[in-house]
């Protein structure tokens, strides 16, 4: 019974995809192999640069902070931090700590980023009240994410080998050495909220 | 033929005269600023506003201080002194969230760190009783205790810290 109701449903979905299906599969009748080739060569870098463009003009500040979300919470908040405003100008934007710089982990993460579509469709901290009371679940996911890659994004630029441990303050440099050298703790552990407010900590290990 | 040109004209004319009504009425240039004054005796000057420069100069501002960073303990001036924070503590978070202080200043983390531990008293709540965790009177820890800057006083004074007091007591 059920066999036979799928067999109909397979026949019907086939009648709609038969006339590409032979189009796609018969040789071609008016175009060159060249022209294919090269065609499709040519179609793909466009492809392909357009694919990556469209990538990168989502990991934009500009992209970020077009949502009132970031820009009245995290945005704000970054701006009074030193990844913002510092003596030498050289500064961090949300992709360069939020968005890993390796390209099948950039695809994971953006993968994953569709989940936060989905928050903004449904508005999931679409005011200051709702974004305060997630701010805890959101921050969490941020700190797993940074453990389980040793903190690879603050890596990026702040790598343990090129710092002058002797141009830090002492109690920095020695504690740098202890902790960050031997590889007993990663950046995370001890630089939560270097960049945002911070929830309610209580009971959550800072260093 | 007559009549028109001087209409045509008219409005040139009225232009012309209301130009030279305007130019009647322009404001004088105003004076150029002074140049502005230095300060030279921001260590002395009581004044802390405007470091004793009349009101009709502009004061070039002096450089900003600079916390001290150096992480030594300093000696204690008084009894009962709050000691003074040796380090910088930029954009430290102590907020109803989070105390940034008490991540090396907690007793269990004191040692860890090489931090003096906050003392026993922070610990105690108003009736006495003795906490696991800092007591909430004593949580904002910038109320009493804070960070010094290069500045210079800005009058001389004669007070001698406890050190120094003890030290001549000792010495009679």
């Known amino acids: 019974m059920i066999g036979g109701r799928l067999r109909t449903i397979w026949l019907r979905v086939w009648g709609w995809i038969k006339p590409f299906w032979t189009t796609v599969w018969r040789p071609s009748l008016h175009f060159s192999m060249g022209f294919l080739t090269l065609g499709g060569f ?17 990991n934009t500040e500009a992209f970020c902070t077009s949502c009132h979300e970031m820009n009245d919470n995290v945005f704000a ?13 050289v500064r961090a934007v949300c992709s360069d700590c939020h968005v890993p710089h390796n390209w099948t982990d950039k695809m994971g993460r953006k993968m994953q980023a569709s989940k936060e579509v989905w928050g903004k469709i ?63 703790k990663t950046c995370i552990d001890c630089h939560k909220g270097i960049a945002h407010h911070l929830p309610n900590m209580k009971g959550i290990p800072q260093g | 033929m007559r009549g028109l040109l001087i209409r045509a004209l008219l409005p040139l004319v009225a232009a012309a005269s209301l130009a030279a009504c305007g130019s009647k009425h322009e404001e004088t240039p105003r004076k150029a600023p002074s140049a502005p004054v230095v300060i030279t005796n921001a260590g002395q000057q009581i004044d802390a506003i405007r470091r004793g420069v009349p009101i009709d100069k502009e004061a070039s501002p002096l450089p900003m201080a600079r916390v001290e960073n150096f992480d030594r303990v300093r000696p204690v001036n008084y009894e009962m002194q709050p000691p003074t924070i040796p380090h910088a503590i930029d954009n430290y978070q ?15 983390n004191a040692k860890k760190f090489q931090a003096p531990p906050v003392s026993d008293a922070h610990y105690l709540t108003r009736d006495g009783k003795v906490l696991e965790e800092i007591s909430s009177r004593r949580y904002f820890c910038v109320q009493c205790h804070v960070v010094q800057t290069d500045a210079e006083p800005l009058v001389a004074n004669r007070f001698e810290g406890l050190n120094t007091t003890l030290a001549k007591e000792e010495k009679q």
């Not at chain 1, 040519?42 to 989502?58: L, R």
């Not at chain 1, 994410?145 to 630029?157: F, H």
């Open chain 2, 94 to 108: 102590l907020t109803v969230n989070t105390n940034r202080c008490m991540l090396c200043h907690t007793r269990s």
């Open chain 1, 42 to 58: 040519i179609a793909g870098i466009i492809f392909w640069g357009g694919f990556n463009t469209a990538m990168e003009a989502t």
């Open chain 1, 122 to 184: 449904f508005g999931s901290i679409e005011s200051r009240e709702k974004f305060l009371d997630k701010r805890l679940e959101l921050a969490k996911h941020e700190w797993a994410r940074l453990k389980a890659n040793d903190s690879l994004e603050c890596r990026n630029c702040h790598q343990y080998d090129s710092m002058d441990l002797t141009r830090q303050s002492p109690r920095a440099g020695q504690i740098h050495q202890q902790y960050l050298g031997t590889g007993q």
């Open chain 1, 77 to 89: 908040e970054l701006k009074t931090t030193i990844h913002y405003n510092n003596r030498s100008g």
